[in-house]
């Protein structure tokens, strides 16, 4: 029980959503209909891929999340050695199935998709690869994370790029790599003394924070842009709106001393609320595009 226990906290449960949510829209308002594939996928990318993407994670950053003080919750956990092969080999038991359905009723581009999904998984933390460590290159896989589950979603379901959809899902990755530099900026001190990198590392907490406010308003701007493309316009106004709680999360942290990184926690707990209230209000508007499609 304490093994599944410390699976079932590696694997973020506050996160889930953020992945299985945008797989699930994006496939449900293409097809229009619950059936075996949105059925699995839906909980495939809800909790075997946030084992993997987290589980991997934790693994092979034990080194420094002993030194950081906010893992071991829902922040994070801290595995114990003797838990990092369990966690390797339920990545694999409880990936590889839903893997399998997922590749067989796919099309190339789908698989293509899903494939590079997977290796961002891998490639983040795996020793060897560590993307995570590459300064700008690991915001951008952080956001690939939860950006192709839609991208997968969409290709999957046989939807047409239409020009707002290419905005949304390009104001969706800035989102990504915004809450995943504002993240990064907590750990500086923890990152350091575990001699690891990232773009706060190498940059700095205030430029990084600086950077994630650009990042979010910027995805505002491209989601407020789709209103030049579709009628009713009013949706794009109020999904665009949703980038403005982010933006006053950040804007306190934009002069940070790299010193005084920790605090940066306050907003980031705020960051997890602030996803379901936007979560909300863009559920709500597929709604209203669903009823009125």
């Not at 047409?160 to 790599?177: E, K, Q, R, S, V």
């Not at 706060?200 to 505002?220: D, E, K, M």
Request: with cysteine.
């Amino acid at each position: 029980m304490n093994t599944l226990k410390q699976l079932f906290v590696s694997s973020r449960p506050l996160s889930w959503i953020n992945t299985a949510f945008p797989f699930a829209a994006a496939y449900l308002m293409t097809t229009r209909q619950v059936d075996l594939t949105f059925i699995l996928g839906t909980i495939f990318f809800l909790i075997p891929y946030n084992l993997a993407m987290y589980g991997i994670n934790d693994v092979f950053d034990y080194e420094s999340d002993m030194r950081n003080p906010r893992k071991g919750g829902v922040e994070g956990a801290v595995l114990d050695r003797s838990l990092h092969k369990v966690t390797l080999w339920a990545v694999v038991i409880t990936n590889v199935p839903f893997l399998i359905y997922l590749i067989a009723v796919g099309n190339l581009d789908a698989n293509i998709v899903l494939a590079v999904s997977m290796f961002a998984v891998v490639a983040y933390s795996m020793k060897g690869l560590r993307f995570k460590e590459i300064p700008f290159l690991d915001s951008f896989t952080s956001s690939t994370h939860f950006v192709s589950p839609a991208v997968y979603g969409v290709i999957l379901a046989g939807a047409t790029f239409t020009p707002d959809l290419w905005l949304i899902l390009n104001a969706f990755f800035l989102w990504g790599m915004a809450s995943h530099a504002f993240g990064a900026v907590q750990d500086i001190q923890a990152d350091r003394e575990g001699e690891l990198s990232s773009i706060a590392t190498v940059i700095g907490a205030a430029n990084t924070s600086r950077f994630a406010l650009a990042c979010y308003a910027l995805a505002g701007l491209l989601i407020l842009s789709g209103a030049f493309f579709t009628e009713p316009t009013w949706p794009y106004w109020v999904a665009a709106a949703t980038a403005v709680p982010y933006i006053l999360m950040v804007w306190p942290f934009r002069n940070l001393s790299d010193a005084e990184c920790e605090q940066a926690n306050r907003g980031w707990k705020k960051f997890l609320g602030i996803n379901f209230f936007a979560g909300f209000i863009v559920t709500m508007l597929l709604i209203f595009t669903w009823l009125h499609g």
